[in-house]
């Protein structure tokens, strides 16, 4: 599936670049659309940009201590037991 755009995304370049190349008559508004798809690319970016740096505030808010609290006194826990077992093996 992605070939395929790939391939589309390609052709549409190489034939929009030949026509600039052979300055057809509606070069000038070839140019103007060629600006808008470039004003829209760069919105898409700054807009996917702002969404993944709230998605990680997101996440940094939320992954707070007392979320790991339960994982890290488990991890402590097994340690002890492990250091228990050692002990007691020697």
Known sequence: MITVVFLLAL?????????????????DEITKELGNIFESFKLLTSSITALVKLLMKDSI????????????????????LEKKEKNEAA
């Open 11 to 27: 052709g549409l370049a190489g034939w929009t670049f030949s026509t600039l190349m052979s300055k057809g008559k509606h070069q």
């Open 61 to 80: 808010a939320s992954a707070q201590d007392e979320d790991f609290q339960p994982i890290s006194s488990n991890v402590i826990d097994l340690l002890k």
